[in-house]
């Protein structure tokens, strides 16, 4: 007969194989089963009964040698009762059969020896010449017998989670030994695998592709639309190929395993979803090694290219428009899944759900204490913030429920969606497999719903019972002496009435109040929609419940009202009185009688000046350099100066007691990013200063960052001409480089008016080693792990001319304080306090308490106290 080619699929022993043609369109190719003449090899075993000695070495020196590779075959003869065909097989120039037989493997068949014809006389003589040299060498089935032993199980002998947990994420040596369909698998665990061998039946973790399932006994065959296509697909680049499989976790009803499968080629999960045969399987996505990305981006070029499986696949236009993506501001928390953002390109106010989650429903009696916390989660990690939000897809109106947009809302990296439902807060909503009306991150919704158990706990809820102090004026009064013995009470702005009157919930005590703002009057909104309101009260109502709904204020309380509403002062931000904020802004006047009765009275009149001087709205509004709003304390005769904090993050650190800071609130904010937007769109246009003479220490210029080439405010701190480059310091970050001076230019008045956003600082009270002296390290890396990527609170207790000292707290670790970083980093032993500066001795509560760490960590022998007492060198610099 006349050689043909073909490629191996697959070897069934050491002297068979299955060999297929090329496929012809989309049907996969024939195949053909052939033994090779005139030679025999050991048997492979069954579950029911074992190897004959080295079977599994045999097909494994065949299967290595020639599985997947285009052959020549001849069929030499066909035994007529059986109608198998034996035949020889060639590999580029070598005879399949003779390397078999030299290397021990097989044995030449008795009846070829036999029965050899003449024109084959010659080949079967050599085969014998090479099982002869074969034997005496001792090679393959040559071998001791005795000392062979293959243990294989064919079916699991332990418990499938017991094996799991055992094995699971280990890379395990494996080979593909059957392809069910495209995403079921049976594969043979095989040194040097941690696991013995094993016979597994597995599911590819994240897919699924079409059924193919034939020749059952007593079951009808199913083959789906691509199913054939898709074992084709797999078999091709699998079947018998050495594989690393990572097993993840158990399907079927704990019959399979599901595994990722590593080829060297790739993951075939990833190729098959890409060729559109097969489709991301919601149940297993969640336990893929690598996580969901590639397998859905995969899916998605298979959509977008409409191939096989997508071939009818309609791609949605994005819900929403030009909108469907955006940055926006959270204003208001509705519940634990809805809430409203305002789009910051047009101000438009949207009312969003989150996606693919919903809150507990209130039937059930644990649920509506995990919407009381669901909600105030969300306020306390959004509220004020601005965040990304990604319109997925839009749920109509049904049953009395208007349509809803549905959003993936991400604040950097947190999806809030996630962290709720990973605590039990919030349900996942199951979608059908072909509904795309979901999350764009419904993979990692999945993967958070695996590890919540809140809910489904026995664990009891909490059970908030809320007490209205205002109900009535008796009640109220009940309340008043302990809110003014507590001074500032942190409490919640529940609901804004008018631009001076507001719901405060007291988390702390669990109650409520009416809070009114005392020594301004705001104008009175209309009490219903029809009803007239005052010039501006609708302006007042909402730049009050734009700054201060659901934020995190402190109340002061001076008195009740006749209603049993609490009069006071609220502190939004620790710093900012927001009766002085409304008069800034024009939207109230001072109300003289109460104001001058009030402790403030001084603010509110400056305030009130200052709104009448601009004339705007009912007067006006002005920013100002939050620093500078806080009393100096060196100028108080009192024995223990109050407290007055600002928050502030910490954007440059220099060394362990000296770093920069940024003040966080609003106006900065929104100052900086305007000023930002503007300043990159002016330096398209700018020339270099031209004459390196014209550079002075101190100067304010633009400059050029290094790493991201993007252009900000600095001064000159040094100038170099022999290099010529500057020495530059960015203030409104505090970071500095030396830079050329082809990235200097010069800077137009109009951006020198925002003060710098970044101040020098150093820690109050303390002696900081730097950065360079022994510990100075030490005390970098200390203070860097207290301060990196967190809001600070911090409490100016001096200033010397440019530099401010400061007292930092963590206000997420600060129960007190006293529980301050400074004296974190002296009871570490990397800070001494310092007793020789003069604003030390307004403060001597809080110093002798640093002295009393600084003594422990003496005794305890920290830091540079390590080797016993120690005393800074003149020459060692401190901060």
Known sequence: MAASKAIVKCVLSGDTLIIRGKPTGNQPPREKQLSLAYIQAPRMGSQKKDDEPFAFESREYLRCLIVGKEVTFRIDYTIPTTNREYGTVFLGSENVTQLIVKEGWAKVREDGRKNKD?????????????????????????????????????????????????????KVDGIIEQVRDGSSLRVLFIPPAPAPQQYLNINISGIKAPTVRKDIPDVEDLVEPYGEEAKYF????????????????????????????????????????????????????????????????????????????????????????????????????????????????????????????????????????????????????????????????????????????????????FNPAEALVERGLAHIIRHRKDDEDRSSCYDQLLIADQKYARVHSAKEPPVYRITDASESLSKARQFLHSLQRYGRVPGIVDFVN?????????????????????????????????????????????????????????????????????????WLNKTENFATLLLQEGFGVVHSFSADQSSHSKELYAAEQIAKDEKKNIWSSQDSDPINEVNDTTTTDEAEPR?????????????????????????????????????????????????????????????????????????????????????????????????????????????????????E????????????????????????????SKQLVANIDYRDNNLIHLTLYDPTQSESSDASINAEMVRDGLALVNNKLGYIKKYPTLVKKLFELQEQAKKDRVGMFEYGDVTADDDEKYY
Not at 769 to 783: F, I, K, N, Q, T
Request: aromatic share 8%; net charge positive.
């Open 643 to 759: 407290k007055e904090y600002v928050d502030v993050v910490i954007s440059e650190i220099i060394s362990g007691g000296h770093f920069y800071v940024q003040v966080v609130n609003e106006s900065n904010i929104r100052g900086l990013e305007k000023m930002m937007s503007e300043f990159g769109f002016y330096h398209k246009n700018t020339a270099a200063i031209p004459n390196v003479d014209k550079i002075k220490t101190g100067q304010i210029v633009s400059a050029q960052f290094t790493e991201d080439d993007q252009w900000y405010r600095a001064r000159i701190r040094k100038n170099i001409p022999e290099k010529k480059s500057v020495e530059v310091v960015y203030i409104d970050y505090g970071n500095s480089e030396t830079i050329p001076l082809s990235r200097i230019r010069s800077i137009p008045e109009n951006f020198r008016q925002l003060p710098p956003h970044a101040y």
């Open 761 to 788: 600082a150093v820690l109050s009270f303390l002696k900081v080693p730097d950065r360079e002296a022994d510990y100075g390290a030490e005390a970098y890396e200390r203070l860097r792990d207290f301060v990196g």
């Open 498 to 570: 008018s631009g001076s009157r507001f719901k405060i919930y007291i988390p702390k005590e669990s109650y409520k109040l009416t809070f009114v703002l005392s020594g301004i009057r705001c104008p009175r909104p209309g009490r219903t929609p029809t009803d007239k309101s005052e010039p501006f009260a609708v302006e007042a109502l909402e730049f009050a419940t734009r700054k201060v709904l659901q934020r995190d204020v402190e109340i002061e309380v001076e008195n009740v009202d006749k209603m049993g509403g609490f009069i006071g002062s609220l």
């Open 234 to 413: 797999v078999e091709s680049r699998l079947l018998q190929r050495n594989v690393k499989v990572i097993l993840e976790g158990l399907s079927g009803n704990n019959q399979a395993f599901s595994a990722t499968i590593l080829h060297p080629a790739g993951n075939i999960a990833e190729s098959i979803v890409a060729a559109g045969l097969a489709k991301v399987a919601d149940w297993s996505i969640t336990v893929v090694t690598d996580g969901p990305t590639k397998l859905r981006e995969a899916e998605k070029k298979a959509k977008e290219k409409r191939i096989r499986l997508w071939q009818d696949h309609v791609i949605r236009n994005k819900v929403g428009g030009d909108d469907h993506d955006f940055e926006g501001t959270v204003t208001r928390i509705v519940s634990g899944d809805t809430l409203h953002v305002r789009v910051n390109r047009t101000g438009v106010e949207k009312k969003v759900q989150l996606s693919s989650v919903r809150q507990p429903k209130p039937k059930d009696t644990k649920f509506p204490e995990y919407n009381f916390e669901a909600k105030e989660f969300l306020r306390k990690k959004l509220i004020g913030k601005t965040v990304r939000v990604i319109i997925d897809y839009q749920k109509p109106a049904s049953e009395g429920y208007e349509a809803k947009e549905c959003a993936t809302i991400k604040l950097g990296d």
């Open 118 to 170: 003449e024109s084959r006389g010659e080949e079967v003589d050599n085969l014998v010449t090479l099982e002869s040299a074969a034997q005496t060498a001792g090679k393959g089935v040559w071998g001791d017998k005795d000392k062979y032993s293959r243990n294989v199980n064919y079916t699991l002998q332990e418990d499938a989670r017991t094996y799991l947990n055992k094995y699971k994420g280990l």
